[in-house]
């Protein structure tokens, strides 16, 4: 999810081809330091790629962990919304209006509508980013990562959890008949074969499925209607499965096979750049984390996350707070601590990154007939409707098939 973003938005202005968006930052470009950085902000380098959606997960992280997010960090999202609800991946001068040049995107605006609803108070803002994500749905009943472009797995996928998130049925958000459902389904591989039940990001230029980890892991929780805090199902061991008609839950079991087995072996996704050797992908791996556990249960993702909870701390702090974000859905959607995360302090670490938010406050339990009165962590809030990577965009993943 950390750098899948971040590379789509560099894909949809021709910097970089071949990427997908959202989060695997250890294989996204690097971006440079920002001598001065917007107050409010989340994170210490540029945000010209990856500002909203960083924000974005670094706020519904918190919520999660009980934290209200500071006022000058919901502040400074929503001062990134267009007039017309989207939301680019940064804007540096919100003063002035959204124009032609300004490059809305798919992923932004649907993280945004997430984070939107976790911090509550937010109803008008998310309801024209919602509006505009409707008004872009494509004719397969999909989204692709800019405006009019064609669908994929993970920005379908996030804004999947987008509309949970913000109350509405995806099966019924519907164009030219088709929901964001039918467009994941014609992007899920068979059980046998190469990629035996995984997504592929996008069709080729022929028409042909390649399987893409990034991609499915976004998928699984797409087909799950589910967003980027999500929780862990129902325990299952559901098998890759072609029989009869192919399902968003048999589809989203399919996926789930594909990543236990993916990560069976090292306990980690894999990614690489062309000419180079292969690279545990951390990002992608925290994403197949919480994919596995909402798909089939915690135990279905112990593996890859011990393999986390061993080796994401370096990787999370040079990386920053869609890291942290993405180790945090982890951590709660597998029945981990957040807050002793192999000897990590990922909900402290990633407060650290900018405006410190409200702390938990703590409220006396009500007195019953039959017991005492104890003292409870009063947790202020809720997060995300359980359930979506963007495995997904922007923390960084590419569209490099994986198979």
């Given at each position: 999810?950390?750098?899948?973003?971040?590379?789509?938005?560099?894909?949809?202005?021709?910097?970089l081809a071949a990427t997908s968006p959202a989060m695997a930052a250890d294989s996204?470009?690097?971006?440079?330091?920002?001598?001065?950085?917007?107050?409010?902000?989340?994170?210490?380098?540029?945000?010209?790629?990856?500002?909203?959606?960083?924000?974005?997960?670094?706020?519904?992280?918190?919520?999660?962990?009980?934290?209200?997010?500071?006022?000058?960090?919901?502040?400074?999202?929503?001062?990134?919304?267009?007039?017309?609800?989207?939301?680019?991946?940064?804007?540096?001068?919100?003063?002035?209006?959204?124009?032609?040049?300004?490059?809305?995107?798919?992923?932004?605006?649907?993280?945004?509508?997430?984070?939107?609803?976790?911090?509550?108070?937010?109803?008008?803002?998310?309801?024209?980013?919602?509006?505009?994500?409707?008004?872009?749905?494509?004719?397969?009943?999909?989204?692709?990562?800019?405006?009019?472009?064609?669908?994929?797995?993970?920005?379908?996928?996030?804004?999947?959890?987008?509309?949970?998130?913000?109350?509405?049925?995806?099966?019924?958000?519907?164009?030219?008949?088709?929901?964001?459902?039918?467009?994941?389904?014609?992007?899920?591989?068979?059980?046998?074969?190469?990629?035996?039940?995984?997504?592929?990001?996008?069709?080729?230029?022929?028409?042909?499925?390649?399987?893409?980890?990034?991609?499915?892991?976004?998928?699984?929780?797409?087909?799950?209607?589910?967003?980027?805090?999500?929780?862990?199902?129902?325990?299952?061991?559901?098998?890759?499965?072609?029989?009869?008609?192919?399902?968003?839950?048999?589809?989203?079991?399919?996926?789930?096979?594909?990543?236990?087995?993916?990560?069976?072996?090292?306990?980690?996704?894999?990614?690489?750049?062309?000419?180079?050797?292969?690279?545990?992908?951390?990002?992608?791996?925290?994403?197949?984390?919480?994919?596995?556990?909402?798909?089939?249960?915690?135990?279905?993702?112990?593996?890859?996350?011990?393999?986390?909870?061993?080796?994401?701390?370096?990787?999370?702090?040079?990386?920053?707070?869609?890291?942290?974000?993405?180790?945090?859905?982890?951590?709660?959607?597998?029945?981990?601590?957040?807050?002793?995360?192999?000897?990590?302090?990922?909900?402290?670490?990633?407060?650290?990154?900018?405006?410190?938010?409200?702390?938990?406050?703590?409220?006396?339990?009500?007195?019953?007939?039959?017991?005492?009165?104890?003292?409870?962590?009063?947790?202020?809030?809720?997060?995300?409707?359980?359930?979506?990577?963007?495995?997904?965009?922007?923390?960084?993943?590419?569209?490099?098939?994986?198979?």
């Open positions: 999810m950390n750098v899948r973003r971040s590379a789509a938005a560099l894909a949809a202005v021709g910097v996204s470009p690097s971006p440079s330091a920002s001598p001065v950085l917007p107050s409010g902000l989340y994170g210490s380098t540029d945000p010209k790629y990856d500002g909203v959606w960083r924000q974005s997960l670094a706020l519904v992280a918190q919520r999660a962990a009980g934290y209200r997010p500071a006022a000058e960090a919901v502040d400074w999202l929503t001062g990134q919304q267009c007039a017309n609800g989207a939301f680019a991946a940064f804007r540096p001068d919100p003063a002035q209006a959204c124009d032609a040049e300004v490059m809305v995107d798919s992923n932004s605006t649907a993280a945004a509508v997430q984070a939107l609803h976790a911090v509550d108070g937010q109803d008008g803002h998310m309801a024209k980013a919602v509006g505009w994500l409707k008004s872009v749905q494509n004719a397969d009943g999909g989204w692709g990562y800019a405006p009019g472009g064609p669908s994929d797995a993970n920005s379908t996928s996030v804004v999947i959890g987008a509309l949970t998130a913000a109350g509405d049925k995806p099966a019924d958000v519907v164009k030219s008949g088709r929901s964001p459902y039918d467009a994941l389904l014609k992007l899920a591989l068979p059980c046998t074969g190469d990629g035996a039940g995984a997504f592929a990001y996008q069709p080729d230029k022929k028409g042909k499925l390649a399987a893409n980890a990034d991609a499915t892991a976004a998928a699984v929780l797409g087909a799950l209607g589910q967003g980027l805090n999500a929780g862990a199902g129902k325990t299952s061991d559901a098998a890759c499965s072609d029989s009869g008609t192919l399902t968003p839950a048999q589809a989203a079991a399919n996926g789930a096979s594909y990543l236990a087995q993916a990560v069976a072996k090292d306990g980690h996704l894999t990614s690489a750049l062309p000419g180079a050797p292969a690279q545990p992908d951390y990002g992608n791996t925290a994403d197949a984390v919480v994919a596995l556990a909402a798909q089939g249960g915690a135990e279905r993702a112990l593996k890859p996350l011990a393999w986390l909870e061993k080796n994401a701390a370096a990787w999370a702090k040079q990386s920053g707070p869609a890291a942290y974000a993405q180790l945090i859905f982890a951590a709660d959607a597998s029945g981990a601590d957040p807050r002793d995360f192999g000897g990590t302090d990922l909900v402290r670490a990633l407060n650290a990154t900018g405006p410190a938010p409200q702390q938990p406050a703590k409220k006396a339990a009500k007195k019953s007939d039959d017991s005492g009165s104890t003292s409870v962590w009063w947790i202020v809030g809720t997060g995300l409707v359980a359930g979506i990577g963007i495995g997904f965009l922007l923390s960084g993943r590419r569209k490099q098939q994986q198979l």
